[in-house]
């Protein structure tokens, strides 16, 4: 099949944020899927050698004012490029390329446009922003790059359905085995990347330098940039005596920009207004620097006050000089900061988290549209897929548990990535609620009906489920019984660590109740080694039992805004340990408590955070005992997001459990570059504990490493194997 042609139309090839990410979508977007054009409008620039290494069809069409007789003309050259290329996605890139991109896109019936916003727009006239919000109403979607900018639309009265918030992502350079003095120098060593025009305020950064260096004489200054003000800027430097202090070292390369962030002590924005997400202060957080910038924009998006850097007001270069000192002065803080910021970057910015945003993006428009099929195109190794109707059976968040998380994550991917139709049956704690995106079971007659009516649909079912009681056991064994009707085709996932146990244990009801529900199974996946081992005991064939890990995302979903008092908490504490449980015994919070307390010793401002759902029996007891520890706070029923967030804020993940089936708390942790410490007596975990934050840094490079299994490309294998009738 051919793939989707897509035309990014984009204002200039000069470098800057906007151009990069340009020809970063255009490169990293699947070439199976997708045929990437690139149309620019102001002549060429810096970037146009780059362009041609990513051997893509290019053209120039020079558009000029809307004023101007020649823009018909040119709008013209546009719309027939559109129609002799087959054209079935146009990006656009802001105002200059929106108003012509979206203009002959329109007339040549191109079926899906995207327009984009990567300012806040406050360099525009009001009629220019009025006739942008005019045109918007013929795109299809508004991609701004900063929640700021589409809460500042909607006042304006855009509509919300019209506007979609993708973060920019960069490369993310090699973690390099030391940051500390990683290509520094002992001089002080403050820098700005920024173009030099007026938003940007270098004066500002000036001024701040030269408050800067009545304390510290031999502090250096760099900036990095071209554009029309930097005579003037220069001409500035030179009146307030810091020639001497400032190095203008002009427009650089990407690979020569990170060889100066990685000279840099401290990195700077001083912007006073009109910033969407700064792609510069990205740069400098994956280069591991602690950051100084101004509150505007989107930047408190990126910039965690007192965690990644500091936040300051705009045109305040005092507040600006003092944050610089006390990172100077601070030199443990600063490392720490910056190592808090490259692990933010990674988890929320990454390049590739851009780059399939986009292609999802325009496949789901494109798909909605009924154009070119185009999901399916997308789909073209995983044909099979698409007749594979799965009924997903497990509980469904809230509350946000193991088995919870993994049925929702594992429902989104199996829609959005194989094309085959989910359902999810909830059978947990929020059956009885209306949840979109799932079935309610509120009684035993509800889920036996419709079990047994997607059963008869032809439906593959999937339970997943703990295996370590008999309630567990009885749901899938119904399952078991309903996929007779599907030739079989029922998988069961035993996600609990305790399941062993629980099958060697079993009375001989349970027992025989467990051999029939896996005759009757297609397949049974179990979490590790243990498992399969008692299951193959108890008469399964070799081939039917299977360990897949339990699926979890490749990465949180996007940045969160972590509650007021657990910020209060971190900002209190140093270092801080945190754990997700459930308040059962098993989960061993008390060996870490008292852990914790003992870290404490050498450790003053030790902290410890227990997330957890706060359902279990007794758990409110158990609660109430553990918040009288001042070193210990306690949240009940967080949402996954959140938990992620608060978890990547951590220094250490502790897991405590006696036993355990897949952890997916464990592999999360790691995914977000955490290490990890397990189960073992106190005096053991609080060795353990030692050692790892004497050596923090090294374990968190190595942290990823493994985390991240095929589980959700198995798993859809499993089901086009069971959906052929090939097991």
């Known amino acids: 099949m051919d793939p989707v042609k897509v035309l990014h139309i984009i204002d200039s090839l000069n470098v800057g944020g906007t151009e990069n990410r340009c020809l970063e979508i255009v490169e990293g977007l699947d070439r199976r899927p997708f045929s990437c054009h690139l149309i620019y409008l102001d002549g060429g620039g810096p970037l146009k050698e780059r362009l041609k290494s990513l051997q893509v069809p290019h053209q120039e069409i020079r558009v000029p004012s809307v004023k101007s007789p020649l823009f018909l003309r040119e709008v013209g050259k546009l719309y027939n490029y559109m129609k002799c290329h087959g054209i079935k996605v146009v990006q656009t890139y802001g105002f200059y390329s929106n108003i012509p991109g979206i203009l002959s896109a329109r007339i040549a019936s191109v079926p899906v446009i995207v327009a984009s916003r990567r300012d806040m727009g406050q360099l525009l006239t009001p009629a220019q922003r009025g006739i942008e919000r005019w045109q918007w109403r013929f795109a299809d979607r508004v991609v701004v790059n900063a929640t700021a900018i589409k809460e500042a639309l909607i006042r304006c009265g855009v509509p919300a359905g019209k506007l979609l918030v993708i973060h920019n992502g960069i490369p993310f350079p090699t973690f390099p085995t030391a940051v500390n003095n990683n290509g520094q120098t002992l001089t002080p060593n403050i820098g700005m990347v920024a173009n030099f025009r007026r938003q940007k305020d270098h004066v500002t950064f000036l001024d701040a330098a030269k408050i800067v260096l009545s304390h510290i004489p031999d502090a250096r200054f760099v900036l990095v940039g071209g554009g029309p003000r930097e005579h003037e800027v220069r001409s500035y430097a030179r009146k307030q005596g810091l020639e001497g202090h400032v190095n203008f070292l002009g427009t650089m390369t990407e ?14 924005l001083s912007s006073h207004g009109n910033e969407g997400l700064p792609n510069a202060v990205l740069e400098a957080m994956a280069a591991g620097k602690p950051v100084v910038a101004t509150d505007v924009g989107g930047t408190r998006e990126v910039v965690e006050d ?74 073209e190794e995983n044909s099979e897929w698409r007749s594979v109707n799965v009924l997903l059976v497990g509980d469904y968040p809230p509350p946000y548990g193991g088995i919870s998380v993994q049925v929702q994550a594992l429902q989104r991917w199996i829609e959005k990535e194989s094309g085959a139709s989910c359902v999810v049956l909830n059978i947990g704690a929020s059956r009885r609620e209306a949840i979109s995106g799932c079935v309610g079971t509120p009684n035993l ?30 749901s899938a064994f119904a399952c078991s019984v309903a996929g007779i009707l599907n030739r079989r085709r029922t998988i069961i996932a035993l996600d609990s660590g305790a399941m ?52 979890i995302p490749a990465a949180p979903s996007g940045p969160e805004s972590i509650p007021s008092e657990v910020q209060a908490f971190l900002a209190a504490h140093d270092p801080v340990i945190g754990t997700v449980v459930a308040f059962r015994p098993e989960y061993g919070v008390d060996i870490l408590v008292d852990a ?52 990547s804020r951590l220094d250490i993940f502790a897991r405590c ?52 299994p095929d589980t959700a490309d198995r798993i859809l294998k499993l089901y086009h194997e069971l959906a052929a009738g090939t097991e």
């Open 255 to 268: 690979t020569e920009v990170s060889g100066v962030l990685k000279s840099l002590t401290v990195s700077v």
């Open 500 to 551: 062993p146990d629980c099958v060697e244990e079993a009375g001989w009801f349970l027992r025989m109740l467990i051999k029939l529900t896996l005759q009757l199974a297609g397949k049974v996946i179990c979490r590790n080694k243990r498992g399969r081992h008692v299951l193959l005991k108890l008469g399964c064939q070799d081939s039917s039992v299977l360990i897949i890990p339990g699926y």
């Open 306 to 379: 007192g965690v990644t850097g500091f936040l300051v007001p705009p045109r305040d270069p005092r507040a600006l000089a003092e944050k610089i000192l006390w990172l100077l002065d601070h030199p443990e803080a600063a490392e720490k900061m910056g190592l808090e910021g490259r692990r933010r970057v990674e988890n929320f910015f990454s390049l590739s988290r851009m780059q399939e945003s986009f292609g999802n993006l325009y496949l789901d428009l494109l798909h909605q549209k009924g154009f070119c099929r185009a999901r399916e195109k997308a789909l």
């Open 445 to 474: 007659w509800t889920f036996g009906q419709m079990l047994w009516r997607y059963a008869r649909q032809g439906h593959l079912i999937h339970i997943v489920t703990n295996g370590h009681n008999t309630k567990s056991w009885l």
């Open 657 to 708: 459990t006696y036993y355990d089936g897949d952890a997916i708390s464990v592999r999360e942790a790691l995914t977000l570059g955490l290490p990890v410490v397990t189960k073992g007596d106190v005096k053991d975990l609080v060795k353990k504990l030692q050692g790892t934050l004497e050596q923090s840094v090294e374990l968190s490079v190595k942290a990823r490493r493994g985390a991240m």
């Open 596 to 647: 914790v307390n003992q870290l404490a010793i050498d450790y003053p401002n030790v902290g410890l955070i227990i997330i957890g759902s706060g359902d279990e029996p007794n758990a409110h007891k158990v609660i109430r005992d553990l918040q009288q520890n001042g070193r210990v706070t306690v949240i009940k029923d967080l949402p996954h997001p959140l938990c992620l967030a608060v978890m």
